[in-house]
Every structure is written in C-alpha cells, then in structure tokens.
C-alpha cells in the first residue's frame, strides 16, 4: 500500500510510536465514556511536524496510516491549541492518553488507512468517530460477507 501511495507521488513522512499491548485491549466498560484509556509514546520531529502543517496550509490531504498515528497527530495538535502555538502539531516526544470517541473533533487527519478491527475495541472506536458509526458497519458487513481477514496482519480499508 505504501509503495503505491509514493508512485502517486504522495509526501511520506513518518512518526516513532511504540505501541503496547494495550492498543489491543478490548474496552470492558459499560459506556465508551468508562474506558481508561492507555498511554502510547510518540516522537514527531521536527521535519515531520513542518511537513504536516504545509500539507494542512496548502489544504492537501493528510492520511494517516494507522490508529496510533491518528491519536499521536491528533494528541499532538490537542497540545498545541493548549499552548497556543502557532504550529499545527507540536514536535516532540510526548504520551498519547486520547480515546478517540464518536463527537471526537479530527483537527488534522482527514483521511485514513487501517485494517478491520475487532468489535469492542478503542480502534473500533476511533474508526466510527472517523467516519461515523452506519458506515463503518456497513463497511464491517461487506468485509464479513466477503470473507475479509481482520486485526493486525488482515485488510485494509481507506476512509476519507
């Protein structure tokens, strides 16, 4: 999938996460709202950050490969607004504690690229917030019918 994107001629840049075990744990409480939601570290340097806000200034899209890289764009443009910078997304290492929920307000990402996830699980979650619950089931019912393979090494989906 990478490589087709470049042949399109798409500008890469890349983040550090190091992703723990409990990206995959699936949510246990009663309401969304319930969920403790782990902490995932990031780094953005520099580099990367500049790219992300010309990409966002000249209004080219910014896809996300990945849950995690969504929750470290967008926990990183959270923490910038708090401080009032003048960047989009603050460069750095910092934690990820963002449960990204329906209502969930996306301030950078505007298109995405993941596999199928698991039911009652924060990806899940964070894919409906995406692109709203009804078509992500729907998305999720032609992938079952189709006999499409789901978690970490199954599908893919793009979602805009």
Request: hydrophobic share 45%; glycine share 6%.
């Amino acid at each position: 999938m990478l490589s087709a994107i470049r042949a399109r001629g798409v500008e890469i840049c890349e983040l550090t996460l190091d992703v723990g075990l409990g990206t995959f744990q699936p949510i246990h409480s009663e309401t969304l709202e319930d969920h403790v939601m782990h902490a995932e570290s990031y780094e953005i340097s520099p580099q990367a950050a500049q790219q992300v806000q010309a990409a966002y200034s000249a209004l080219r899209p910014i896809l996300a490969v990945g849950t995690t890289v969504v929750r470290a764009l967008e926990d990183s443009a959270l923490r910038a607004a708090e401080a009032g910078a003048d960047t989009l997304v603050c460069p750095g290492k910092a934690e990820a504690r963002l449960f990204i929920i329906p209502g969930f307000s996306f301030r950078v990402v505007n298109s995405l690229l993941t596999n199928f996830h698991l039911p009652r699980s924060t990806l899940l979650a964070l894919v409906s917030a995406f692109a709203g619950r009804e078509r992500i089931l729907a998305a999720y019912r032609h992938a079952v019918e189709a006999g499409y393979r789901f978690y970490s090494y199954g599908d893919c989906m793009f979602i805009r």
